[in-house]
């Protein structure tokens, strides 16, 4: 009963910018947390950052600390990924999840529902 829609992906050279959108539909009141995770070819899917609905609480990976944000539009309940500084290590598959309940942030076994993916490429 949760659909998310994401947008935003694309190529960008090393130091550039992005921003990711996610789009969230169907029984919203039922989401607990919102995050992003990344997937590089041959690797296990990797948390990046996380919050919960209210934005009470907003988590990130280490390696991301500093150089992305994550914020959201209440009105339009889209959530972003502000993504600065980019490294060619960013490179992966991005992908927007939810939760509805109360489960480690951190791991994608917590959440439910998930978006299509979408590609980011950095470039040197």
């Known amino acids: 009963q949760v659909q998310l829609v994401e947008s935003g992906g694309g190529l960008v050279q090393a130091g550039g910018s992005l921003r990711l959108s996610c789009a969230a539909s169907?029984?919203?009141?039922?989401?607990?947390?919102m995050a992003w995770f990344r997937q590089a070819p041959g690797k296990e899917r990797e948390f990046v950052s996380a919050?919960?609905?209210?934005?009470?609480?907003?988590y990130y990976a280490d390696s991301v600390k500093g150089r992305f944000t994550m914020s959201r539009d209440n009105a339009k309940t889209t959530v972003y990924l502000q993504m600065n500084s980019l490294k060619p290590e960013d490179t992966a598959v991005y992908y927007c999840?939810?939760?509805?309940?109360?489960?480690?942030?951190?791991?994608?076994?917590?959440?439910?529902?998930w978006g299509q993916g979408t590609q980011v490429t950095v470039s040197s």
């Open positions: 999840a939810a939760q509805t309940y109360s489960g480690r942030t951190t791991s994608p076994d917590s959440y439910a529902y």
């Open positions: 919050s919960t609905w209210s934005n009470s609480d907003t």
């Open positions: 169907g029984f919203i009141s039922r989401i607990h947390t």
